[in-house]
Nanobody, 120 residues
Framework: QVQLVESGGGSVQAGGSLRLSCRTP????MGWFRQVTGKEREFVAAIRWNGGTWYADSAKGRFIISRDNRDNTVYLQMYNLKPEDTAVYYCAADQFGDLIPTTPAEYKYWGQGTQVTVSL
C-alpha cells in the first residue's frame, strides 16, 4: 500500500506563491490535481518517475513540478497565484512507465488533499 503525505497548502493573496509537497515512492509517476466543491477534479501537472513533466494550460508558465528522489518528495511550486486557483489540491501516484496520465481515474493512490485559498 502506497501512502501519500501532502503538505504546504494555505492562504495567500493574488500574485503570491505557495509550494506543495507530497512524499511518494521514487519509482512512481505523480500528478497534482485540484478540485473545487461541486466540480470535477482537474489535472494540474504531472511528473514521470524519471523526471518528464506535463502541465495543464492553466498551470503553464506559473507552476513548476519537480521531484527529489533522494527523499521521495514531489513538489508543486506555484507562482503568481490567482483566485481561480483556489481549490483542494491532491497528489496522486502510480506506476506508468513512460506515460504521463492526466485523468484522475488513471491513478491508484491519492493523498488526503490540502486547501489552497487565493484572495484578492
Amino acid at each position: 500500500q502506497v501512502q501519500l503525505v501532502e503538505s504546504g497548502g494555505g492562504s495567500v493573496q493574488a500574485g503570491g506563491s505557495l509550494r506543495l509537497s507530497c512524499r511518494t515512492p521514487s519509482t512512481y509517476s505523480m500528478g497534482w490535481f485540484r478540485q473545487v466543491t461541486g466540480k470535477e477534479r482537474e489535472f494540474v501537472a504531472a511528473i514521470r518517475w524519471n523526471g518528464g513533466t506535463w502541465y495543464a494550460d492553466s498551470a503553464k508558465g506559473r507552476f513548476i513540478i519537480s521531484r527529489d528522489n533522494r527523499d521521495n518528495t514531489v513538489y508543486l511550486q506555484m507562482y503568481n497565484l490567482k483566485p481561480e486557483d483556489t481549490a483542494v489540491y491532491y497528489c496522486a501516484a502510480d506506476q506508468f512507465g513512460d506515460l504521463i496520465p492526466t485523468t484522475p481515474a488513471e491513478y491508484k493512490y491519492w493523498g488526503q488533499g490540502t486547501q489552497v485559498t487565493v484572495s484578492l
